[in-house]
């Protein structure tokens, strides 16, 4: 069980890093408002095609985030399984014993009465 935790805990990371990754590469929507007016160049759709590069992003995106949330569910599924005859920490303590010798509490002194209970005398 260890096991499948750590994987998928390393690809929920894994996940993670690379949906940031192509998140900030994707142009906004601001970008296309540009572009129309002759700004910006041709930089991703030289690489992916005309309109390419946006389709492979973002679908690239939604398939990053599914495998990020299908891990996410998983991890919290199997990280609440208990073995089912765990019981309290408490229950599982020794008893305690009391001690062989019972040691006597002295009484506290009795205040001082009169002078001595003025500080620095």
């Known amino acids: 069980m260890n096991i499948v935790m750590t994987i998928l805990l ?11 990754g192509l998140i900030l590469v994707q142009h906004g929507k601001g970008a296309d408002a540009g572009a129309a ?8 759709a030289s ?18 985030a599914s495998v990020f ?13 208990r073995p089912a005859s765990s019981g309290s920490v408490l229950e599982k303590l020794p008893a305690e014993t009391a001690p062989a010798t019972t040691q006597q509490i002295p009484a506290p002194a009795q205040p001082a009465t009169g002078a001595g209970q003025i500080p620095g005398q």
Request: glycine share 18%; hydrophobic share 55%.
């Open 10 to 20: 390393a690809v929920q990371l894994l996940s993670a890093i690379a949906m940031i």
């Open 37 to 44: 007016f002759g700004g910006g160049g041709a930089g991703s």
């Open 47 to 64: 690489l992916f095609g005309a309109t390419g590069g946006a389709n492979f992003l973002s679908r690239s995106t939604a398939v990053l």
């Open 69 to 81: 949330l299908v891990c996410t569910l998983a991890l919290a599924y199997f990280g609440n399984l």
